[in-house]
């Protein structure tokens, strides 16, 4: 998309005439059908490219002499005439060339997109192709109106596309020079098209860098319902958060169905998940192991001893696991790889019985602690991406803990029971 800014000290009325004239001439249907044709070479677009500048920069002035005129009936027809060929003709070369330059960039990679199906569906977009846009829209009552002609509105995906850079102060700002181009763009499945084709259709048009990936989530439904106030099954993330805690709803709903594809988010079971994976899962982990250590040894834990080689493997095995899916925003891949390993600790704890070699002082107590701590600071490391403020708690809970600092019956309380 291209936006022309010309000014001029002396405007001159050019008669509406000659205004009309060049509207013919705009209009014939010779030169637009060459403009439209898909397969126009470069050597028939560099032919008329010349005589299509001088006609542009003929119709702003027209169209300034016309506002200084308060001549609006010519300006109306001229700005008219401007917008239908600016639809087909573009000098850096409309989205039907821009699609080419799309597709080979992310089959290259260079825009990578995620996951692999909306990859293949934004390609195949691209393949059937997407013809170009006008900027405004004709008749409509509510948007932004377009400054230069009363009857058009700004059309609502390129006033909020753009967005993304002005709210960086595009072109100049500091935010701008330091964010532009962006790591990662986050979008949903049903505007696939609008970020994927349009948006870095825009951009390459305006000369700036493209987003380095855009990640494309799935769409929830409730109890396997679209969320509707009528139905009433609409979920106050608000209500939810009240009760369960920011971090809570954040692995509830994370938790659910894999990010890249539609699911069902099953609010009626927030509760018993809740309880199981949170308090009696990894808050219970967290809880029974610390009050050993505090119980045990109080606290100080010979770090010396060494940590099971089971245990070691297993954090390995899961850690590598882990950063290829989050790297690859596979988040509820992630999460069930740390779960996993946290109903393994617990049951290491279980085959131990640490009580059992607290009572017949048995050396091996501190070598079960001890791997019980490795376990827990890598749990809390995995975790807290998903549970910031509760694993800063675990942290800060840990560190008075491995200095002596807490007493026999100081709880952590990291996930209490609904």
């Known amino acids: 998309m291209t936006y022309y800014y010309c000014s001029f000290k002396n405007k001159n009325n050019l008669g509406k005439d000659r205004a009309i004239g060049y509207l013919s001439e705009i209009v014939d249907d010779h030169i637009i059908e060459k403009l439209k044709n898909p397969n126009l070479t470069k050597e028939e677009f560099k032919a008329i490219e010349y005589f299509l500048h001088r006609i542009i920069d003929c119709f702003i002035k027209i169209l300034n002499a016309s506002i200084d005129n308060q001549d609006y009936e010519t300006f109306s027809k001229v700005n008219k005439a401007l917008l239908e060929m600016l639809t087909y003709y573009n000098p850096n070369g409309g989205l039907w060339k821009k699609e080419y330059e799309i597709k080979n960039k992310i089959e ?5 997109i995620i996951p692999e199906s909306r990859k293949n569906e934004t390609l ?6 997407v013809s170009d846009f006008s900027i405004t829209r004709e008749g409509l009552k509510w948007g932004i109106p377009f400054p230069y002609d009363k009857n058009q509105t700004i059309y609502v995906w390129a006033d909020a596309l753009i967005n993304y850079a002005t709210v960086l102060d595009y072109p100049d700002g500091e935010n701008f020079k330091k964010f532009w181009p962006v790591d990662l763009h986050i979008i949903g499945a049903e505007i696939n098209k609008f970020h994927s084709i349009y948006w870095p259709a825009m951009l390459m048009s305006a000369g700036l860098a493209l987003p ?5 989530h799935g769409l929830f439904t409730v109890n396997g319902q679209k969320m509707s106030k009528s139905l ?17 709803v954040r692995y509830l709903l994370l938790s659910q169905f894999p990010a890249s594809e539609h699911g069902d988010v099953k609010a009626d079971d927030f509760a018993n998940k809740y309880n199981s994976d949170l308090a009696n899962g990894v808050g219970n982990l967290l809880e029974r192991s610390f009050t050993m250590m505090i119980d045990f040894c109080g606290g100080i834990i010979d770090e010396k001893k060494g940590v099971e080689e089971k245990i070691t493997l297993l ?4 850690e590598k696991s882990y950063e290829n899916n989050f790297e690859n925003y596979k988040l509820y891949e992630a999460l069930a790889e740390v779960f996993s390993f946290i109903k393994n600790l617990d049951r290491y704890i279980n085959d131990e019985k640490p009580w059992s070699l607290n009572k017949n002082k048995d050396e091996k107590l501190d070598v079960v602690l001890n791997t019980l701590l490795f376990g827990i600071e890598k749990i809390i490391v995995w975790l807290e991406p998903f549970m910031p403020n509760k694993m800063n708690e675990a942290k800060n809970y840990l560190d008075k803990l491995k ?6 019956g100081e709880k952590l309380g990291l996930f209490p029971r609904i």
């Open 212 to 216: 380095k990936e855009i990640f494309i």
């Open 124 to 129: 195949a977009i691209a393949d059937s192709g």
């Open 108 to 112: 290259s990679g260079e825009l990578k």
């Open 232 to 248: 009433g099954n609409v979920i106050d993330p608000i209500d939810v958060a009240d009760k369960f805690g920011s971090d809570a």
């Open 403 to 408: 200095k002596g600092d807490l007493k026999k």
């Open 315 to 318: 954090a390995e095995k899961t």
